[in-house]
């Protein structure tokens, strides 16, 4: 078993327009496909799964789409947030969130705090995120550490700059799946991703269950892994 798994969760705009229905109706389903995924993580015995929820660059969508999308996720914190709890589950947020609307940061922090001492599957949500955005925010701060003489440069390694990516604490990424048939990582985990197994599968995110994830899981179990060894 992988112990973290992250997922790309493409593919509720297509749902949608196969339907003929607005996008707001493919992300409803996405939301449902989420709840499903939690809860067959922490059946599966997984310690983490990162979800990628929204992009930095999701701000380039539509306003009406992205207001959309900040409703659907003050919703699911709010309705789910006591399940979530009730099931131990540990909420992450990981990306610069703070630069959300206030109130939505408000929300988030509480429902971190609320489920801290969780320890059946930490929930790690994506929210704009951007893995060259995090790369940066951790260079720069290393550099004004440096500057403080807080570190010595030269004593820099894998380990010391993973502690200020925004995954710090959370166990190395095993499992990257992506939905929908497309097969690039979209700037996301790009640092976590190195040594990852790589999963693509054709089934659009409203869809994807339980299923779709324990054969993603059996892929990877077939998996011989060398990090760069013979």
Known sequence: M???????MDGNGRWAKARMLPRVAGHKQGVEAVKRTVRAA????LEALTLYAFSSENWRRPAAEIADLMGLLRRFIKSELEEIAREGVKLRIIGD???MEPDLVSLLDDAVGRTASNTRLTLAIALNYGAQDELLRATRRLMREARAGEIDPDGLDDAAFEKRLDTDGLPRLDLLIRTSGEQRLSNFLLWQAAYAELVFTDTLWPDFDRAH??????????????????
């Open 42 to 45: 922490g059946d599966m015995g």
């Open 97 to 99: 969130y703070r630069k």
């Open 213 to 230: 994830l324990a054969a993603a899981i059996e892929t990877f179990g077939r998996r011989e892994r060398r990090y760069g060894g013979l």
């Open 2 to 8: 992988p112990r973290h798994v992250a997922i790309i």
